[in-house]
């Protein structure tokens, strides 16, 4: 069994921006939390909903890094935090549990992407361990922190999941390391973690999606090779950005649409693309996008939770009874 993917027609598309989704909304009162928030799709963001009127926390694995970039933004918040480090992600939460303010919106923005062979921790797969645990055991222990009501988390997904679904049998790739398999990988993990995190927390008004944000090149590439890039069709050969690429601007839009719009009730769970929920994909093309049946299978999602707890270590949602503030 799938999520119910099909288009809402928002009124968006794929040039909206950040700003263009959230106009006339007041978000005075409400807070964020954005991780990656200080660079990319992240600092056009988190810009975009502190000018809305919210209040962003920003974790940061170089906070110094974090709070320049963020200097000149408005009611913004630095915290230090890595994703990479489950260590970082339990002091993170455990203090935030404590002494944070209570969440509304979190965009788990920050990834990784085109690695060579790396594993963290206990040995798990980098894109893996970043993209996926790190978001998983910090969101998942954050649940207290969430609001009773109306909350919603955001899943940094890409139409690279097009490229791998879980590999059940060897997900941290210990053999035939492939990186654009294992960033795959990442991503429909992102996916299914929304599909059930929405499923166990909708009883108690916590719904969560995952959008595609299009295609964009930011520091997230900074890892590809010029040569690979221009391969990929990513650079024209005067080294200027290909057409059809979104600018920050336009490509934090869907995650902010996301976050805001009253349109997705009813709709937890869903596969997010062009501020609007995306319809299956038909075919491989990427650039097209839609969402392939392995992203969006509850059953999928279920077994990736219970597999993320076994290797996290972290289940915020083990007790039945809601505790959120």
Not at 20 to 37: F, K, P, Q, S
Not at 225 to 244: F, H, K, M, N, V
Not at 278 to 284: Q, T, V
Request: proline residues 6%.
């Amino acid at each position: 069994m799938t999520t119910t993917q099909h288009t809402l027609n928002s009124g968006f598309g794929p040039h909206s921006t950040a700003d263009d989704v959230l106009a006339g909304l007041d978000l005075t009162g409400r807070n964020a939390l954005i991780t990656g928030g200080y660079s990319g799709l992240g600092l056009a963001a988190t810009a975009a909903l502190a000018r809305a009127g919210a209040h962003v926390i920003v974790p940061a694995r170089r906070p110094a890094v974090a709070t320049a970039a963020l200097r000149d933004v408005p009611r913004t918040q630095v915290l230090p935090l890595d994703l990479a480090d489950p260590d970082s992600i339990r002091s993170f939460a455990e203090q935030f549990r404590e002494n944070g303010p209570v969440l509304d919106i979190v965009i788990g923005n920050a990834g990784v992407m085109a690695y060579p062979v790396r594993h963290i921790g206990p040995g798990w797969e980098a894109h893996f361990a970043i993209n996926h645990l790190g978001h998983f055991a910090l969101i998942t222990a954050l649940r207290p922190a969430f609001a009773r009501t109306g909350a919603r988390v955001v899943s940094v997904s890409s139409s690279g999941h097009f490229l791998s679904g879980i590999r059940w049998d060897d997900p941290h790739f210990r053999h035939d390391y492939d990186h654009w398999a294992a960033y795959g990988q990442s991503k429909t993990a992102n996916a299914l973690f929304a599909v059930h995190l929405d499923e166990l927390g909708a009883s108690d008004g916590l719904h969560a999606f995952a959008v595609h944000p299009g295609s964009i090149l930011t520091p997230l590439q900074r890892r590809i090779p010029r040569s690979e890039q221009l391969a990929q069709g990513w650079l024209t050969d005067d080294g200027r950005i290909a057409p059809g690429f979104k600018t920050p601007a336009q490509g934090a839009a869907t995650a902010v649409w996301a976050a805001t719009s009253p349109l997705l009730h009813g709709y937890g769970g869903a596969y997010c693309q062009d501020c609007d929920i995306a319809e299956a994909a038909l075919d491989d093309d990427m650039l097209v996008g839609g969402v392939k049946p392995w992203a969006t299978d509850r059953d999928a999602a279920a077994r990736l939770w219970t597999l993320s707890v076994e290797l996290t270590g972290v289940d915020g949602f083990a007790d039945s009874p809601a505790r959120y503030r």
